[in-house]
């Protein structure tokens, strides 16, 4: 249950930082969740993962399904990754969850295992 | 320890950020900052625009006057409904910004010489700083601000441009993070404020791929390897074949005005095969081959009695395009056509009342003078036997990542001082040259487009186009009252023979341009008995005309243009859609006896023979699937080369290509070319021999292409539309089509016909227009390229233009509300 509300409160915090902070304020809010909702270090680090990677993930997989796949092709070339959008879609939600995955666990250790 | 974990998971996390938001290095080019390119909320995700995207807008400016309401039709063209008329420019500044900004400000980047300072001195390749060293030692920013001054002179012109200036900056400053356009994330920058000085350079950018073409350093190369007669061969004045716009035949009044060579001009300026060359290494140059068709018939000749105006602007093909597409619509005036974003007003188009097209006149009217600095401080240059004091300009080149650059350019009496032994191109001999060129004149060229766009009749017209100077255009005119007329217009100095041609001695004022030509020798073709008008660049008049018309006009479109209107009657605006793609080549057809006749198949090989039997069997057509025209092509191409490389390889310096007419109308009349013979051999060669080998070298290339199952023309051309990035994932390559040089359908690899437009000028107007584009600027849009295919397939939109109760009804793709604040 813990952990499920840590994704849901880290995926909702994870989107509205950004709204008016950089792209990367995200990880404050989700070293925050971890802090409040504390869990151990690896169950943490998931929630933390899987909040920005499910919200990154679906984020752009909305966008991209809305486009029609068109720009997602074309950047993914770009970036030299081949020309699949999914794959791009899948590298955005890594790079997302990575990032709020060790902003997680830097909150996690900073309490004391109950 | 859990201290010691957390802080070093704090570490990794702050370690991944600063890594994600800093472009790395990839090659020779960098990343965009990943973390917030990646991100969907702020990056590129954001520009991946909805399939069933509408665009409803509500915008309100204390600018505005009054309502303007905007409507998207199914292609995404705006129609422009303004209350009042300078609202439509705030709106066309708007919706241009709306849809093309990172490519209004990169081409006004690219012409104030300012492309360092967001993509760093260079980038994939590129060497943007000797770019904009270039632009900014040809003087393009004095320009612009020569020009700026009269333009804010203008009571028509400046409440236009401060509108459109308005608009663009309404849009940018709603822009964050998230609606940048996509290339901004990319190169991670933001867009500046928009400016009427950005407008002006935008003109200026025009007047130098129109107006900027010139090979006087290769020519004064070549006029001291050659004689005299072997130049006026390789370079001849005039053609056998000239067809100019100007019919032979129309009466030329006398005029006043009378040029004098210089005393010293024997001497100084025609000392050919003098072996005494200059080094310069020209790093820009137009393409030669910008330059367009028009035409306009008379109601005499089709079959509605109406008249109808073609037009199909050649230039460099770009995603996205150098036009956007609109309707104005004000109290004042109802314009339909091709935009430039950057600038105000329909450019190439048509109103209620007539229709209006460009070509571009091809003349050179920029010219250099070797100064005569005294010193190296270059204050003082000789100047008609004194020493005269030049000012200074300063031109500071930022730089992304590095410090600034700066040029310091001095200002003669020609102009900026362009090479000197300061500048890295310089010339390795320490000579200096001042550029003298028309576009350094204060113009205001959007003053002739504001007009024409209300113009109701040729009176209208006339008066619209007296004040255009620069780049020189061949204006057509067709109005529903039936009148087609056509003039080259603008201002053009009056030359003696080769004035200009070589670099001139900048120490006598006896070289300067002596006088404009006076407006009355610019002719104008009003209504002639033959029923049309028409132009594709070549020299407006016959070379009887009384002032030098140095330049390069390629001869074969003009011919097969007038040829066809000649000799057809009842023409509809199909008729026209077929004739302005059509792929017959001319050329070739001229060509091919002269090639043919000097041909020896008998020194062909079995494989070199079959080729030769493609071209033989060849229809004379440049559509996609025809081999013959790839033989024919990579044949006189490598004609061109083996005929002439031994006397060019006398100098390591560049020398100007001679044209392909001079070369087929040389061989044609004379049999005993003397090119033919290789200077470098003891034996002498003929032309056969030069023909022959011509067609060996050609089948090394051809054979490769067919093995490649790439011969057929389309292939062999091997097309494509390039991003201004020249990102290829941004841009349209390979695309299968005809067309080529010399050919109505002048679609060569990256240049073509940019904006097609028929106009029928019936009552009800019928018009048909489509470019190699897309409305959006966005590679994100199914509108960035959606006009492509069709383009290709010579296929046309029949174009609406309706008042603003249809467009209510009818437009579908959203509407956007523009009002008083």
Known sequence: MKFLIAIILTALLGYAAPLFLPWWSFAATSFIVAVIVHQKAASAFLAGFAGLFLLWGMHALLLDSANNHLLATKIAQVLGIGSSAFMLVLVTALVGGLVSGFAALAGSFTRKPS | ?821
């Open chain 2, 1 to 821: 320890m859990r201290w010691f974990l957390s802080v070093l998971s704090a570490v990794i996390t702050v370690a991944l950020i600063v890594l994600l938001d800093k472009p790395v290095a990839m090659g020779n080019v960098k990343t965009p900052r990943l973390g917030y390119f990646l991100s969907p909320q702020k990056g590129f995700w954001q520009n991946a625009e909805a399939d069933t995207k509408k665009f409803d807008g509500n915008i309100q400016s204390a600018y505005l006057q009054g309502k303007t309401d905007v409507y998207f039709d199914d292609r995404l063209v705006p129609h422009v409904y303004a209350e009042h008329e300078t609202d439509a420019y705030f709106v066309q500044g708007y919706l241009h910004a709306r849809f093309r900004l990172w490519q209004m400000e990169f081409q006004t980047h690219a012409a104030g010489g300012r492309l360092s300072e967001i993509m760093g001195a260079s980038y994939a390749g590129t060497d943007f700083l000797s770019i904009d060293k270039f632009f900014r030692r040809l003087g393009m920013v004095y320009a612009a601000e020569q020009s700026l001054k009269v333009m804010e002179a203008d009571e028509i012109i400046k409440p236009e441009i401060d509108a459109y200036t308005a608009g663009v900056n309404a849009y940018i400053a709603s822009l964050d993070e998230g609606s940048l356009p996509l290339e901004y994330k990319l190169l991670d920058y933001k867009p500046e404020s928009w400016t009427n000085l950005k407008t002006a350079l935008f003109m200026k950018y025009m007047a130098y791929d129109l107006a900027g073409f010139e090979e006087d350093f290769e020519k004064t190369n070549a006029k001291h390897i050659f004689t005299k007669e072997q130049f006026k061969k390789l370079y001849p004045y005039g053609q056998d074949i000239l067809d100019p716009v100007i019919a032979k035949g129309t009466p030329i009044a006398k005029s006043a005005l009378v040029v004098k060579k210089p005393a010293t001009a024997d001497s100084l300026y025609f000392d050919f095969r003098k072996n005494d060359s200059i080094p310069v290494k020209v790093k820009l140059k137009p393409d030669p081959a910008n330059g367009s068709n028009n035409w306009a018939v008379a109601g005499s000749k089709t079959k509605s009695g109406k008249p109808i105006l073609c037009n199909d602007p050649h230039l460099g093909l770009n995603l996205p395009s150098i036009w956007y597409e609109m309707q104005i619509s004000t109290p004042e005036f109802n314009a339909y056509g091709a935009t430039f974003p950057g600038t105000p007003s329909v450019v190439i188009g048509f109103n209620d009342s007539c229709a209006f097209g460009f070509t571009n006149a091809e003349r050179d009217v920029r010219d250099y003078y070797e100064i005569t600095f005294r010193d190296t401080s270059m204050r003082e240059y000789w100047f008609d036997s004194t020493w005269q004091p030049t000012t200074f300009r300063d031109e500071v080149i930022k730089i992304k990542g590095a410090p600034a650059d700066t040029q310091h350019i001095a200002m003669t009496v020609w102009g900026p001082v362009m090479y000197d032994s300061r500048y890295e191109d310089a010339l390795k001999d320490g000579k200096a040259y001042a550029c003298r060129w028309k576009a350094h004149d204060a113009s205001n060229e959007l003053l002739t487009f504001n007009r024409l766009n209300r113009a109701k009749n040729f009176n209208d017209y006339t008066n619209a186009i007296a004040t255009y100077q620069c780049p020189g255009q061949n204006m057509v005119f067709a109005a529903k009252n039936g009148d087609i007329a056509i003039r080259q217009q603008g201002q053009f100095p009056a030359k003696w023979r080769w004035q200009g041609d070589f670099a001139m001695p900048g120490s006598d004022s006896a070289y300067r341009w002596q006088s404009m030509i006076p407006d009355s020798m610019n002719i104008t073709m009003l209504n002639p008995q033959r029923g049309f008008v028409s132009s594709a660049n070549q020299y407006p008049y016959d070379t009887a005309y009384p002032y030098y018309l140095g330049g390069s006009y390629p001869p074969y479109r003009g011919f097969i243009i007038n040829w066809k209107l000649a000799n057809r009657q009842n023409f509809t605006a199909e008729d026209m859609q077929i004739m302005q793609t059509d792929n017959y080549n001319v050329f070739a057809r001229l060509a091919k006896p002269v090639l043919t006749k000097y041909m020896d198949a008998s020194q062909l090989s079995n494989s070199e023979k079959k080729l030769y039997d493609i071209f033989i069997a060849w229809n004379l057509r440049n559509d996609a699937a025809e081999k013959g025209a790839s033989v024919f092509t990579a044949w006189y191409d490598s004609l061109m080369s083996v005929m002439y490389q031994d006397e060019f390889a006398q100098t390591q310096l560049p020398l100007p290509e001679p044209a392909q007419s001079s070369l087929l109308e040389g061989i044609g009349k004379d049999s005993l070319y003397e090119f033919a013979d290789d200077i470098r051999t003891p034996q002498k060669e003929t032309i056969t021999d030069m023909v022959v080998l011509a067609f060996k070298k050609a089948a090394e290339v051809l054979q490769k292409a067919n093995t490649g199952n790439s011969l057929a023309w389309g292939k062999f051309k091997d097309s494509g539309i390039r991003h201004l990035l020249r990102i290829p994932a941004l841009s349209r390559l390979h695309l299968l089509a005809g067309g080529g040089v010399h050919i109505i359908n002048a679609h060569k690899q990256y240049h073509g016909p940019s904006w097609r437009m028929v106009v029928h000028l019936t009552d009800e107007t019928e018009a048909y227009g489509i470019y190699p584009g897309g409305q959006s600027g966005n590679p994100g849009s199914k509108y960035y390229d959606n006009f492509i295919n069709d383009w290709v397939q010579g296929k046309y939109y029949r174009i609406k233009i309706v008042g603003q109760d249809v467009a209510a009804k009818e437009m579908v793709k959203g509407k956007i509300v523009f009002s008083k604040a």
